[in-house]
């Protein structure tokens, strides 16, 4: 399905998620379908849980272990293909990346968006994370309901205010 429209199946996007069990606290999730060379994910991971092996052209690897769902490699990756996730009872919160102006602002009710582009759900801000040295992305806290894990992917950008 990904070679004809671009969007991973079903089952493909699973294979990018740890068991939920995992999700019991913060993990990055890392939607890489290609297999290109790039590596800003591992080099920017302060605690070593991204990892390419010895050929950069292989997609990252993720130690769940090792992952504290900090969302540096969110900022870092130039694809916007990681998210962080975690399981609160029956949302999800979600940190996904954002690059348009305005930023949404905390409480704001936004339309969330499957990888097609179809809006699927609303979800709430909970907080928008934004440094100086990332200027230029916002880590965008959202949380959705439980049954949108695997399909929430990014939110619908809102013009002027």
């Known amino acids: 399905m ?7 199946s079903k089952e493909l996007i699973e294979s990018c998620f ?9 993990k990055a999730i890392i939607e890489c379908y290609k297999e290109i060379p790039c590596n800003p994910c591992s080099t920017s991971c302060p605690f070593d849980a991204i990892f390419i092996p010895e050929d950069i052209n ?3 690897l993720i130690d769940y272990d090792k992952c504290t769902g900090c969302g540096i490699c969110v900022y870092n990756c ?3 293909a ?10 999800v919160e979600m940190k996904i990346p954002y ?3 305005p930023y949404p602002e905390k409480g ?3 339309n969330v968006m499957n990888r097609s ?31 949108f894990l695997y399909d929430a992917m990014t939110v619908e950008v809102k013009h002027g205010r």
């Open 58 to 60: 292989v997609r990252p």
């Open 18 to 26: 740890p068991d939920q069990i995992v999700l019991e606290k913060p």
């Open 99 to 101: 690059e348009f102006l």
């Open 108 to 110: 704001e009710k936004m």
């Open 117 to 147: 582009g179809d809006i699927i759900t609303q979800g709430e801000v909970t907080k928008v994370h934004i440094t100086e040295r990332h200027n230029k992305t916002a880590l965008v806290h959202l949380e959705v309901e439980r049954e």
């Open 2 to 8: 990904i070679e004809k429209n671009g969007v991973p």
């Open 82 to 91: 990681i998210t962080v996730r975690m399981l609160k009872g029956d949302k």
């Open 78 to 80: 130039p694809g916007l």
